[in-house]
């Protein structure tokens, strides 16, 4: 596909063979994100990250591009009008990847915290008027809003909030529980796939000239005349070390960037670690289809949410400090005990473990003073750039929805008269997007004359954009890449070739967990289509077939991961994917 990542042969070349302006060490949202903004700026980039590209929380969030409605009774009112602004930006550069979602928020009698808020008994029945003001507001932060009808320019905002009656309440989310309903509302936010945003954002930068590459582990880092000048660097998969040279080095690595900053010195930031897990259930078992729906009330103050995702329902999530190491965290018994529950409270039928296709854990980055003892729900999800005197830039703590602010405001710490650029990003489209409404015809035909069907092609539109005739190139030299990858989805078997060729990928779990979601979306988290996948990945790398039982074997170790708790893995080993 145009504008692609390259192999990383080519990358490596580029990485141990030249000097760059800037070196992001991270490769998840926000080292891409800083990776762009610099790269837009005219600036020589590399990025390495010690996994796969959004390998960590970038591709385990709740898949949101939201202003924060949580943050307006705690009265944050700029975050909400940072993350409300971003979000519409993503809306208009990102729109084949970034889609307005209606929510549901339904208001109970006897809630005692709904939103978070603790109110007294005296204050109870003015909370539907409350929330009222709230919507407002956060209408009023958004924008101008968007009729009804489609608008020519979704960035500018989306629909104002309503109030809903029963009916319409049951027809856009069916099994809420209507007893003891007291009002219920319906307002605006967005969707994500939030890896492939990631990956995007990489692509977008890559062509403008940046170079990323995958598995690529910073050590150490390197200085001249007192100051960093770059890292030294180890390829995970061949061993080799080699040295990667450069201006300033961003330090964007979420969870362990207290760890990459204590390279250079003492950190001036602690980096405290909160856990989030989300629960994956089948949509025959809870059919929400185009409206998400907000839990309104949790035990611990916090909310929570069903989204229609890909097929099927994401529901979290968890909040809960996690002082584990940062690359495994477990999604436990008790994680799904909660979110079950609280489900339940909700709905009128009730969600077991049966229901489940899988779950996911990712850890938040949240920044705090070095003594603070606050719960982490209560941490704020602001980002905070560090300079340090030696060059080393650290960026850390914010949100999926912000990632370009964040990178903006990394640029005014780079040693260079490009910080003082104006940003291009604010109206950059990413990748796919540009011309996409001109080429949708043009991509329809060329789908039927093919035999894609419409909802692959809707699929892989909402993927790649206009990415999408690089796909259908795929299956036009070759038919049999237009096969489903699995039975009943829209997924094809191109898309783990171009994920190879065009995306870096060199596992089985960097095409089914990250590339295309598959791992989330199957019930045996795609085991069962591990071998097919690996002779697609082998044609590309040239795998022989004991490489082949070997990755198959390595994927089910991953897989095992996304199993829903309380649901025995049909894998028996230990250890990760590499």
């Known amino acids: 596909m145009t504008g692609g990542l390259g192999t990383r042969r080519e990358g490596l070349a580029r990485l141990a063979g030249g000097r760059f302006d800037v070196l992001v060490i991270g490769g998840g949202i926000t080292g891409a994100g800083v990776a762009l903004e610099a790269a837009a700026r005219g600036l020589s980039v590399a990025l390495v990250e010690q996994q796969d590209f959004a390998e960590g929380t970038s591709s385990r969030s709740t898949k949101l591009i939201h202003g924060g409605l949580r943050y307006l009774p705690m009265l944050d009112i700029a975050q909400v009008r940072e993350d409300l602004e971003e979000r519409g930006l993503l809306l208009r550069n990102a729109p084949h990847l970034v889609r307005p979602l209606p929510f549901v928020l339904p208001l ?37 809003p968007v009729p009804r009808a489609a608008s020519a320019d979704r960035g500018a905002g989306l629909p104002r909030h309503r109030r809903l009656a029963r009916d319409a309440l049951a027809a856009l989310a069916p099994h809420l529980r209507l007893e003891g309903l007291r009002r219920a509302y319906l307002y605006y936010d967005a969707v994500t796939d939030d890896a492939r945003l990631a990956i995007t954002v990489l692509r977008t930068a890559a062509r403008r000239g940046a170079v990323a590459v995958n598995y690529v582990r910073a050590e150490a880092l390197v200085t001249e005349g007192g100051r960093v000048a770059g890292a030294r660097a180890r390829d995970v998969l061949s061993g080799t070390r080699f040295t990667v040279a450069a201006g300033t080095t961003v330090n964007a690595t979420g969870v362990w960037a207290e760890s990459v900053a204590a390279l250079a010195g003492p950190p001036a930031f602690r980096v405290r670690r909160a856990k989030g897990v989300h629960l994956v259930v089948a949509r025959a078992r809870l059919p929400l289809a185009r409206t998400g729906v907000v839990l309104p009330e949790t035990d611990d103050g916090r909310l929570a949410f069903l989204v229609p995702w890909q097929g099927a329902v994401l529901l979290g999530t968890t909040d809960t400090e996690w002082t584990g190491p940062p690359d495994a965290p477990p999604a436990c018994d008790a994680d ?46 602001r980002h905070v750039v560090v300079p340090s005197p030696a060059g080393l830039v650290t960026v850390v703590g914010g949100k999926l929805t ?84 699995a039975p009943g989805c829209p997924h ?68 095992a991961s996304l199993v829903a708790p309380g649901e025995a893995s049909s894998y028996s080993g230990a250890g990760g994917p590499w």
């Open 492 to 559: 094809v078997a191109a898309e783990a070739v171009a994920a190879v060729r065009d995306e870096m990928a060199v596992t089985i779990a960097d095409v089914l967990m990250r590339r295309t979601r598959l791992a989330h979306l199957l019930p045996r988290q795609g085991r069962e289509i591990a071998g097919r996948v690996a002779a697609l990945v082998a044609g590309e790398l040239g795998w022989s077939r004991e490489v082949q039982a070997d990755a198959v074997d390595r994927y089910a170790r991953a897989a």
């Open 402 to 485: 912000t990632y370009r602010r964040m990178a903006e405001d990394v640029m005014r710490c780079v040693a260079s008269p490009a910080r003082a650029a104006p940003s291009v990003t604010r109206t950059l489209p990413l990748e796919g997007a540009e011309g996409l409404a001109d080429a949708l015809p043009g991509l329809r035909a060329r789908a039927r004359a093919l035999g894609v069907s419409r909802r692959t092609l809707v699929h892989l539109v909402r993927s790649y954009g206009t990415g999408s005739a690089a796909i259908l190139d795929l299956i036009a030299d070759r038919p049999s890449l237009g096969e489903p990858l």
């Open 108 to 144: 109970y009698a006897g809630a005692r915290r709904p939103l978070g808020l603790r109110l007294p008994a005296l204050l109870r029945p003015l909370l539907p008027a409350g929330i009222a003001c709230g919507l407002w507001a956060y209408d009023v932060l958004a924008g101008r």
């Open 336 to 381: 799904a005990a909660y979110l079950l529950e609280h489900a339940s409270r909700f709905l009128d039928v009730r969600l077991a473990r049966d229901d489940l296709l899988g779950a996911y854990a990712g850890l938040r980055p949240l920044v705090s003073p070095a003594r603070s003892g606050a719960a982490s729900a209560r941490l704020s999800r």
